[in-house]
């Protein structure tokens, strides 16, 4: 049994999308999502800077279509799929409950939100590595931090203002190695998102929705969903919710999934896996160049 899944913000490096863009027609489809949106994606995804690609606005819409655009290379009919944070998006397409075009708007209105929510007060988010989510979790919370991220494999994702996130750096939860700033320019999943809600709840009247036509994996609590308008409105809601990534793994091991694929900008998700689901065969989509490997693991592991 085979799972796509497609990463969350921080996953983009300066240039990723560059060979994505030899494929045949793959610069014409970027360039009429870029035109549907009003972002350069093309510019974005192979000439700018990390700084750049790290704003939110930006970020989220390339991430999206990289994972689109990768997706629709490898051709595969996974019998589950799922994101990570904006990853969703990505997944909700590939599920049939949104087209690509949709998916795209959707993800502008998100990421041009979250952005200017994110600037009302300077906040960030930091991986935790190593510990005991007993341990840490409580320990985030006295700091005044949320545990935003829980992604298995040993990992928390932190998130707050930027003076809490100093203070953890100073004052690391019992059993935590390190704590790592991530490429993101706000605290996602948090209470400081919640005007990026209000202006995803206005956006989703204008959606065509239909019932996933594969099993959809929620971030909210590893749980299948099986409506069109409940993926909708887990998606509105997740922007200011934890993301349990840890449940979701759960539950493609509860449902026999024997191959992970990772969808460009692939490896974060893959190295969770490879932790969390032991016996699991897992490849990332990092360039074109994987695509053959790929697709010999799909034809072992796809149909069921």
Known sequence: MLVLVAPGQGAQTPGFLTPWLDLPGAADRIAAWSDVIGLDLAHYGTRADADEIRDTAVAQPLLVAAGLLSAAALDASPSVVAGHSVGEI?????AGVIDDEAALRFVRTRGLG?????AVTET?????LGGDPDVTIPHLEKLGLTAANVNGGGQIVAAGTAAQIAALEADKPEGVRRVVALKVAGAFHTHHMAPAVEKLRAAVGDLTVSDPTVRYVSNADGHTVATG???IARLVGQVANPVRWDLC??????????????LSPGGTLTGLAKRALPGVKTLALKTPD?????????SEHAGA
């Open 229 to 231: 308008t409940e993926v």
């Open 90 to 94: 990505t997944a909700a397409a590939l």
């Open 124 to 128: 960030g988010m930091a991986a935790l």
């Open 114 to 118: 979250m952005a200017e929510a994110a």
């Open 290 to 298: 994987d695509l053959d490997t790929a697709r010999a693991l799909i």
């Open 249 to 262: 793994m759960e539950t493609f091991q509860s449902l026999g999934v024997t191959a992970l694929v990772e």
